[in-house]
């Protein structure tokens, strides 16, 4: 359905809650807000096929300027608002941006953005900034003449390398159409204008963003937080009626750990349909979510490239425990290292064909190395995983994160879903670190639930709590301590970051 639309039929219906501070946006403040920076934005002589990109905490016009593209014809990026300068910059560069926009409280970072023809800034400004909120109110309330659908071109979160730009085909058609993804959110979860969508993680990822212009387009209410809390986040479920959210596993894995009495104190009834994705759930840890908020759990396996769609739901997942579903959009191959399909119950690198195209926006060589080498028209994300006889997927790792010890491959991903439901975990990563026998040795690193307990004491606790649940030679053999771990807010770890650590001089765990 076309905003503009839903603004005539519900002008005072709220588009936008901020959870925290209560702020309301309502469907006419939000199709009038995206009007004019579209205004704006093709008075600077932007035209589709053209690039914003932008940098914002979970600010309340967060989605207006997401909103002011889409119905541009512009390919815009929703860059993270935790990179560092040069990583800003690199994004900014390689997009080809013509506009960028944030706000003051993104200020320090937004100084290393290169040279860009049109800079805004909200609620306040800098040297080399227009005034956002200046610039905006010079332009009408009213959709351009000829208005057609955008896309976002969004990177990839940077885990194991430079982010890569995503760059689907831009569709051009005229602005209402909400595509397959669309149709799968109303076929799937039962989105409609009754709906209301809570939004839990930074509105810069993938889904979030995607999953509240959909919620939008049905006439529903979004629910954003300003940053995730696992008790604020059950009281805005109950506070605002939330039918749908979307959450990623250390979400959870936080609402689980907090007091009995906490979680009992918020009635969550509301809910019916928690979606989940971003990395792979513990199985006990769903197990508990399900049997806390009843069989509404959804789960799906995709990426930015929208190669694939794999989906479960929670009848199908507890007959399949620690699956993914299996594929709604692309067909999927499990191949081994020769390219040649591997039988059922066998890990392989995951191929995927039929899916939508994708490639890495000025990257070649990415792009060829996301195609199947045996040129059948497959693409992969990376992952290594086996589909069972009913044809349902199941991850077991990235390709990049095995470990190789005495020759024989280890999969982190098992030890660290072991580890992750110890009571006295708060988050945990795994991974392979030098060793002059066995080539790699398997390490873990935690972040404790208190710091005062990280030791000689705890690390042999939980050594030994992962042996009694998982094959020894998956255990780490030692366990280093931290009071935080590089954990990206949409779930993903960078364990490149921790690795790199114990690689650089290569010297013995």
Known sequence: MHLGQIAAQTPEKPAVIMAGSGRVITFAELNDESNRLAQLLHAEGLRPGDHIAFMLENHPLFLAVAWAAQRSGLYYTAISSRLQPDELAYIVENCEAKAF???????APARAVPDVPLRLMLDGTAPGFDSYEDRVAQHPAEPLENEVEGQDMLYSSGTTGRPKGVKPPLPLSPIGNGGPLMMLIQGLFGADADSVYLSPAPLYHAAPLRYSLIFHRCGATVVVMEKFDPEAALAAIEKYGVTHSQWVPTMFIRMLKLPEET????DVSSLKCAVHAAAPCPVPVKEQMIGWWGPILHEYYAGTEGNCFVYTNSEDWL???GAVGRPIIGEVHVCGEDGEELPAGTPGTLYFGNGLPFEYHGDEEKTAA???PKGRGWTTLGDVGYVDGDGFLYL????SYMIISGGVN???QEAENVLAVHPKVADVAVFGVPDPEMGEAVKAVVQP???????DDLAAELIAYCRDNLAHYKCPRSVD?????????TGKLYKRLLKDEYWKDRRPA
């Open 101 to 107: 926009i944030t706000s003051a409280a993104m200020e």
């Open 263 to 266: 979680r009992a104190r918020y």
């Open 319 to 321: 007959a399949h425990k």
């Open 370 to 372: 996301s195609r199947d």
């Open 396 to 399: 077991t790792d990235r390709r």
């Open 410 to 412: 280890i999969y982190p």
């Open 449 to 455: 639930v208190s710091m005062d307990e990280a030791g």
């Open 481 to 489: 301590f931290r009071a935080e771990l590089p954990r990206h807010p």
